[in-house]
């Protein structure tokens, strides 16, 4: 079955950099789009980032010029790089990916950004 497994999440003060990893079993990796979602207390899930197989990636505008989604197919894993972190940025983010019309989820990190 599709497992994906997040690390890297925190507490960073604003200003700071943190970077999110999603390791993927179950899945051919290198042929599928990956992303990251976050939900932020009190607000919708949203769309960080994502990349497809082919390493074409598209960030929010909330997160452009701050977030790097990034892919390493030799270890079926997606990265999130985040820099210059603000207190808008604390959420619990979700590595994502989809199989024809199913989606999954990993079980969330937590990125907090405060001083």
């Known amino acids: 079955q599709v497992q994906l497994v997040e690390s890297g999440g925190g507490l960073v003060q604003p200003g700071g950099s943190l970077r999110l990893s999603c390791t993927a079993s179950?899945?051919?990796?290198?042929?599928?789009?990956m992303g990251w979602y976050r939900r932020a207390p009190g607000k919708e899930r949203e769309l960080v980032a994502d990349?497809?197989?082919?390493?074409?990636?598209n960030c929010a505008d909330s997160v452009k010029g701050r977030f790097t989604i990034s892919r390493d197919n030799t270890k079926n894993t997606v990265y999130l790089q985040m820099n210059s972190l603000k207190p808008e940025d604390t959420a619990v983010y979700y590595c994502?990916?989809?199989?024809?019309?199913?989606?999954?989820w990993g079980q969330g990190t937590q990125v907090t950004v405060s001083s």
């Open positions: 179950g899945i051919i990796f290198s042929i599928y789009r």
């Open positions: 990349i497809t197989s082919g390493g074409y990636s």
């Open positions: 994502w990916t989809r199989d024809g019309g199913r989606s999954y």
